[in-house]
């Protein structure tokens, strides 16, 4: 074994290109280690100018790698796949995503070579444009998005409401590209290759980051005029036994013993269920639905949920994923369909050409996407963000754009196991609502459930795997933010002028 090792093209900038990955991975829920974030990516950038895309690649394989094991739980427990195809599926996409980070670190070398740039200028600008671009490329796929490790410091991530999770990513990477400088330049004193310039721009820069947290949270963003005592039912059904028709009565009394009062006096005025909380088409009746309606009957509030469903377009059935609110009355006020589906979990991309693969997620057939549509509630509106739509804040954006005063994240993150993706998950969710100024209530099958203000702060939360309602106090109204009118401008820009730096820099070496 120490023979085939030995002759492994492997040297120590490899290695330390790997370790910056893994590194930075514990800057992400869990463990959580925020502050790391702000230095890990420094061996990477010491050393990526001997191999400038193999470093970046090796720090991508190390970061995804580690950021994303809980893949294969989702694949082989629930998705039922092999193991070894699931290690296959999963080195697939660590490998494709791990290209964004070979890409910067090769750009940003390509241009100290042929036009002098240093690298504290054009790695921010490549790093935080290729984020953006992974986040709507093949569908897009914008998890751990390098701003997301600060969600814990409340503090930093209120600049979100300019820039999205963006502007830290660059603040970031540009802490990290200063003191990879630095250490460059070290025992050399004031001369020349001391990069004055980015120690200066990056403690302006934070500095100007925090100093606009301070004043943010000192103007009181969480409260409102008009506030609703919200509910969430954590219906902790097994993913084993959800789809199961045999189950079905039993899912609906789990609910119904969780949502109606325990005793009079409770006054609930929103209750919500997760994400496919009542496995059946609601629409169609019968005694499962009806059941389902006189919850809100019984407790005089609103009732939101989440069930397939499904419309017939042209004489072609189309299922959706969907989330029901209903009246105090029981009557059926709107119906949100979700958006951006999860390829290969809700629907096979390709499927006409690829009729072998089937989608992992165990249920009904394939969904069809629907369109952004506010549910209205008695003069105001809820935006549903179903499942991992909590991760795309156009998404989120626009729901606000459109008039909703509360979003809504219903999810099941049974999938996931007790591993480190439902804090991941969460963490993201926690920007829609500092993006755009508004509460943000989460409903998940086994956690985690959670309340979170606008200033991404987290009220109330659930523990994962307990079945439980979770009651608090949520604000209606979205404030309004430099992001929710101009949305992702500072990657937009960033995403251009890295492509006019490519143009300029093109040819030969």
Known sequence: MLRVLRRLPIDKTDCWSLFAGLLLAFSFPRPDLASVAWFGLVPLFVVMERRPFRSGFLAGIGFFGLVLYWLNIVMTTYGRLHPVLSVVAYLLLVAYLALFFGGATWAASRFRQRLGLAPTLTLPVFWVALEFLRSFLLSGFPWATLGYSQQSHLLLIQSADLCGPYGLSFLLILSNATLAALWQARGQGVRRDFPRIAVTATALLFLANLGYGTLRLASQPDEREHTLTTVLAQGCIDQSVKWNPAYQQRTVDIYRQLSLPAEDGDDSELII???????????????????????????????????????????????????????????????????????????????????????????????????????????????VLVCFEGIFPELAREYVRRGSDLLVNITNDAWFGRSSAPYQ?????????????????RAANTGISALISPSGRITTQSPLFERLALRGEVGLGARPSFYTRYGDLLPAVLLVLSGWWLWRARGPK
């Not at 909380?277 to 009957?297: E, H, I, K, N």
């Not at 006409?352 to 003069?379: E, H, Q, W, Y």
């Not at 998950?425 to 209530?441: D, G, Q």
């Open 425 to 441: 998950h969460l963490a993201m969710c926690r920007f829609r609502a500092v993006e755009n100024r508004v509460w943000l209530a």
């Open 273 to 383: 269920w997760p994400e496919s909380a009542m496995p059946f088409y609601f629409q169609q009746g019968g005694p499962l639905s009806a059941a389902v309606t006189d919850v809100p009957r019984a407790s005089s509030a609103y009732l939101l949920f989440g069930s397939p469903a499904f419309e017939v377009i042209n004489r072609r059935p189309r299922n959706l994923n969907s989330a029901f609110l209903l009246g105090p009355d029981g009557g059926v006020l709107g119906r949100s369909d979700k958006v951006h589906l999860v390829p290969f979990g809700e629907y096979v991309p390709l499927g006409r050409f690829l009729p072998f693969i089937d989608k992992l997620v165990v249920g009904i057939g394939d969904f069809a996407p629907g369109t952004i549509s506010p549910l209205p509630m008695n003069g105001h509106h809820l935006g």
